[in-house]
């Protein structure tokens, strides 16, 4: 079964961090690209920061350069996303998805695996 789960979520006060990871099982991930997305509540799902199948090609939302960085290793079949310098605006639902492209895009229409998310919550 191709499944995603992310983890690495919590509580944390401004201007902390956190390290989110995507993990997956049951498909190899080297093979797709992954895009982390968000969504706070009462607001529409948002693309925060995608990586190629390469790892050479990253994006990232405006509201979040300079303070989150992806990267992934895909011998462990693993992405992640280093969130410095939180602020209470990311506070929401972090959810990793997968697409069978060898770029990445912003946008969720594209991706066809998702996780189930992880809450971060950014709070003093």
């Known amino acids: 079964q191709l499944q995603l789960v992310e983890s690495g979520g919590g509580l944390v006060q401004p201007g902390g961090s956190l390290r989110l990871s995507c993990a997956a099982s049951?498909?190899?991930?080297?093979?797709?690209?992954i895009g982390w997305f968000r969504q706070a509540p009462g607001k529409e799902r948002e693309g925060v920061s995608c990586i190629s199948t390469s790892g050479l090609s990253t994006k990232y939302v405006d509201s979040v350069k300079g303070r989150f960085t992806i990267s992934r290793d895909n011998a462990q079949n693993t992405v992640y996303l280093q969130m410095n310098s939180l602020e209470p605006e990311d506070t929401a639902i972090y959810y990793c998805?997968?697409?069978?492209?060898?770029?990445?895009?912003?946008?969720?229409?594209?991706?066809?695996?998702w996780g189930q998310g992880t809450q971060v919550t950014v709070s003093s």
């Open positions: 998805a997968a697409r069978k492209w060898y770029e990445c895009v912003m946008t969720r229409s594209p991706y066809d695996y």
């Open positions: 049951g498909f190899t991930l080297g093979y797709y690209a």
